[in-house]
């Protein structure tokens, strides 16, 4: 009964919304697909092919609702070197083996390290591909004539203006259907979807790749496979979370992983190259009504329709109204907040989300802005704990023996600030070292504990531990070596 719920809740719950949105969604593929596609330096219909496959199957496999995957530039610019090196058969055989590399990933759970992505990172990362899709739109705002700018201004003020009026339909489906219509009305000479590149008119088939199957071949393919499952991951797993947020729901971030490995399958299996989540296609998604799986496959069903069955009419559509409506998506999916949050958040928070994005914007790399992010978040963390801690000392009544307690995290960041609270110099007969309220967590925390504890020794000091937790105590009877034989040669070693 629970399933035959879940089924209604994400297949029928919002028929009406999930429609529209897909047809919308349906419509802003077909250049970015086109224009993906000569990035990687293939065919137009091998991003068009692989949008409908990843965005029909993703609909079913994926673990996000109402999330669009299908053909990106992330994806593409990996794509560049193999194709241009050895063709599209090793393309395809290459997005076969990120299918397969994104369903170990799935199965061995590491959608789960999403956890460690600071939400710090993802706001850089949202602002990134905001500044990064507007970008993409300025080839086609220059060097035009005014009629451009006054279409897409048009659009644009349908888009914001129009929910005054009706919320029926989607603004950005009114703005296509309004300014393709104005165009061809007025006659205007401006730039059309049928002015990227030739639309398929027919429909994909099945066949596999045309590489000799041995070890060179998997030599050749493996490096990009390896970082296009991982370009893909990252980007799907952002996009998941930024789609939770929107819309104040969970996802499975493992069954995403496995889904986008069959979908990328498919997608090789019927000519298209590898693709993985867009953040811009699914704002577009959320914003105009979508939230079930309905709206995905809508968005692909719609898009192989339009492609091979309404061709003609497709190619009429002004580039001028796509332009706004992704306009719109660059302003909505910019966190404006996070230009008053570098005033009040901590200064750690606001280098980390300026970070990833001035290295995501620049690099036109995810994965680099990302990872520059995680490891700030990191090394900032490592900071910020490593400085809580206490080390504090009193002396018997005759001054022959010091207890030490040692309070909060002993690791590879507070190490040294643990060993200078000790005075090795001071005489005594014997140092008793209290850890009741400290935790150990690696070999640098145990290194240090062998070093306290060999100097005394040195000094002639007898030390004795006490009081450390479970973890802390196996930890220092597997690695340290104070209580080992020839424990200062071990230690110099």
Known sequence: ?????????????????????????????????????????????????????????????????????????????????????????????????????????????????????????????????????????????????????????????IIYLLPYLTKAVPSPLVTIVVLTGVSLWLGLDIRTVGDMGELPDSLPIFLLPDVPLNWDTLRIVFPFSATLAVVGLLESMMTAQIVDDLTDTDSNKSRECVGQGVANIASGLLGGMAGCAMIGQSVINVKSGGRGRLSTLVAGVFLLILVVFLGDWVR??????????????????????????????????????????????????????????????????????????????????????????VVGQVFFASADAFLAHFDFKEVLDKVVIDMSHAHFWDITAVSAVDKVVLKFRREGTEVELLGMNKASATMLDRFAVHDKPDAVEQMMH
């Open 1 to 157: 009964m629970i399933s035959v719920q879940r089924i209604r809740q994400q297949w029928f719950s919002n028929i009406r919304g999930d429609v529209l949105a897909g047809t919308v969604v349906a419509l802003a593929l077909i250049p970015e697909a086109i224009a993906f596609s000569i990035i990687a330096g293939v065919d137009p219909k091998v991003g068009l092919y692989a949008s409908f496959c990843i965005a029909v199957v993703i609909a079913f496999a994926g673990g996000r609702p109402g999330m669009i995957s299908a053909a990106t530039g992330a994806m593409a610019l990996v794509m560049v070197t193999l194709v241009k090196d050895h063709g599209l058969q090793y393309l395809l055989a290459a997005t076969l083996l990120t299918g397969v590399l994104q369903i170990g990933a799935g199965a061995l759970r590491l959608g789960s390290l999403m956890r460690f992505v600071s939400r710090s990172v993802v706001t850089g990362f949202v602002n990134a591909l905001a500044i990064l899709i507007f970008m993409a739109q300025l080839p086609e705002l220059t060097n035009v004539g005014w009629q451009v700018y006054a279409m897409v201004a048009a659009g644009l003020g």
């Open 316 to 405: 009429q559509i002004p580039m001028a109204a796509l332009v706004a409506v992704m306009i719109m998506v660059s302003i909505g999916t910019f966190s404006w907040s996070s230009l008053g949050n570098l005033r009040t958040h901590p200064k750690s928070s606001s280098v980390v989300m300026l970070a990833t994005t001035l290295v995501t914007v620049f690099t036109h790399d995810l994965a680099q802005g990302v990872l520059v992010g995680v490891l700030l978040s990191g090394f900032f963390f490592a900071h910020k704990v490593g400085r809580i801690l206490w080390v504090g000392s009193e002396a018997s009544a005759d001054g022959r023996v010091r207890t030490y307690r």
